[in-house]
């Protein structure tokens, strides 16, 4: 699959995904928003894909909507922009929805869509230099869709601060409200990373589906009808090859040899 905006990779079974409009700090337009789509669909798919990185060309992130979009909206009818805000509903979707844990490599300014980008990462690594924030009510909008993420994130009363001040966080502030995991110098960034979707491409690949299914199924469940559902789940694993494999390997002091299976 070729695409215009982004820049797919697989590697050592990692697929990283760069937003590629450099020149205009990698907004969401409606190109690359249904190309980023279809691109984590395309690594959730591969069976060869254990983690995917998602981060951004240049010096920013992403600087969240596209303002000239924005511009054009009052020109459309409800009809239209309805549908065209169901694509921007199904990317932020895809967090609770993949099977292949997702990485946020966070190497500059991340602004309004973009912080929503990171928090829907199940893991987020920034750089130093990186900048995280909802700004919409400066532009007169409201952070509609990201929203869920960031308040999953930071909680309901810091989400509040953040919408109603539309301030800017420092990557460190952002790791402090837990927006971010971890933050490291720019030139360690992408090695930081890498070692940890590494780390996550090292367990079995049926091990980590289940852990995510077990984490987003159960959220919104009720408390005890959470413990019937996991004891049923971890009848997959106990009878799966991998759980045997990862056993064996481990009292055999050798590296597992995943299947997946």
Not at 44 to 56: F, P
Not at 58 to 72: Q, T
Not at 96 to 103: C, E, H, S
């Amino acid at each position: 699959m070729e695409f215009q905006t982004i820049l797919y990779e697989v590697k050592e079974h990692i697929a990283t995904i760069t937003l590629n409009l450099p020149e205009v700090r990698n907004p969401l337009t409606e190109k690359l928003v249904t190309e980023l789509i279809q691109a984590i669909k395309l690594a959730d798919s591969d069976e060869q894909v254990q983690a995917m990185i998602l981060t951004g060309r240049g010096k920013s992130f992403s600087a969240g909507g596209n303002l000239n979009e924005f511009k054009r909206t009052s020109e459309k009818d409800v009809p239209t922009l309805y549908f065209e805000g169901k694509s921007s509903t199904e990317l932020f979707k895809l967090g609770a929805t993949v099977q292949t844990p997702m990485i946020a490599a966070v190497n500059g300014a991340a602004l309004g869509g973009g912080t929503g980008l990171v928090a829907m990462c199940h893991i987020a690594i920034a750089s130093t230099s990186a900048k995280l924030g909802l700004t919409e009510l400066k532009l007169g909008i409201v952070p509609f869709v990201i929203l869920p993420w960031v308040r999953r994130a930071v909680g309901n009363r810091k989400v509040m601060e953040m919408m109603l001040k539309a301030e800017v966080l420092t990557a460190e502030e952002a790791c402090k409200y837990h927006l971010v995991h971890q933050v490291v110098e720019p030139e360690r960034l992408d090695e930081e990373v890498w070692n940890t979707a590494k780390i996550i491409a090292s367990h079995s690949p049926l091990a980590v589906k289940l852990a995510l299914d077990s984490y987003f199924t159960t959220e919104q469940m009720d408390f005890m009808k959470s413990f019937d559902y996991l004891s049923n789940l971890r009848l997959v694993s106990f009878k799966s090859k991998d759980l045997k494999e990862g056993a064996s390997a481990f009292l055999e002091k050798r590296v597992p040899d995943w299947k997946g299976v």
